[in-house]
Each structure stands twice: as structure tokens, then as C-alpha cells.
């Protein structure tokens, strides 16, 4: 959008969406190598936005330029605030085990429950962290 002699990039762009099929096109024929197993944890219980519409039907913007003086309207569904959990599920790839686990897309990093996921599917467990009784 050329505004007041400025380029405004819109939320829709050709070049981004060509960028995006491409991508699409090589996840769609990602497989998991032989012998490595696959695990997906994604983030619930926030409200996601997952689309955007500017103007109503009772009210639609005519002029491109509009859109600079416009409060968009956010649709969201369940995620992690960030990623859907419909498009965090849409790997197309065969997991071991998928879990959702409520918590925000950068506090799943420090997340005690994924923590735990990931220490049981790796095999492992926290070190006992009893400390031996000795007398004196």
C-alpha cells in the first residue's frame, strides 16, 4: 500500500504467500528419518489470533488507504498465543506421542511439565538429590 508517498506493507503480500507455499511444498514431503523418533509438544490454553479482518460487511473498506485508520478485528482460537494448536498438530509427520500442555509459546521452554515429557522420553530421571545421613 502506497500511503502519503510511503510503501505500507499490508498483512497480505504476494511475495510472502509465494514464500509460503514453497515451504509448504518441501514440510509436505519431510519425512522422519528411519530409527529417529518423533515427539510434538504444543502450547494450549491461549487465546490465539488466527485471523485478521479489517472493515465488516456492513462497512468494507473501498480504499486501501483506509486500512491505516482502521482497528482490525482479531478471529483467535486455543494455542499458545502464538501458534494455533491446529497448525502446531499439522506436521503431517508420524509421532511417537503429541501432547498438548497448557502454557504460553515462550513458557513452555520453562515449563516444568515439558521438562518432565522430554526427561521421560529421553529415559532419563533427575539425580536423587537425597542427602546421605552420617553420623558423627
Request: charged share 10%; hydrophobic share 30%.
Given at each position: 500500500?502506497?500511503?502519503?508517498?510511503?510503501?505500507?506493507?499490508?498483512?497480505?503480500?504476494?511475495?510472502i504467500l509465494k514464500w509460503a507455499a514453497g515451504t509448504r511444498g518441501i514440510l509436505n514431503k519431510t519425512q522422519v528419518p528411519n530409527?529417529?523418533?518423533?515427539?510434538?509438544?504444543?502450547?494450549?490454553s491461549f487465546d490465539t489470533p488466527f485471523d485478521v479482518c479489517?472493515?465488516?460487511?456492513?462497512?468494507?473498506?473501498d480504499e486501501l488507504s483506509e486500512i491505516c485508520h482502521s482497528n482490525p478485528k482479531y478471529f483467535c482460537v486455543d494455542g499458545?498465543?502464538?501458534?494455533?494448536?491446529?497448525?502446531?498438530?499439522?506436521d503431517n509427520l508420524d509421532p511417537v506421542e503429541r501432547i498438548g500442555?497448557?502454557?504460553?509459546h515462550r513458557g513452555l521452554l520453562n515449563n516444568d511439565n515439558v521438562f518432565e515429557l522430554i526427561q521421560n522420553w529421553?529415559?532419563?530421571?533427575?539425580e536423587n538429590k537425597k542427602h546421605s545421613k552420617t553420623s558423627k
Open positions: 500500500l502506497t500511503y502519503n508517498g510511503k510503501t505500507v506493507p499490508l498483512p497480505f503480500n504476494s511475495a530409527g529417529i523418533s518423533f515427539y510434538n509438544i504444543y502450547g494450549t479489517y472493515g465488516s460487511e456492513s462497512s468494507p473498506i499458545d498465543g502464538t501458534v494455533p494448536t491446529e497448525s502446531a498438530k499439522a500442555v497448557p502454557g504460553s529421553l529415559g532419563v530421571s533427575p
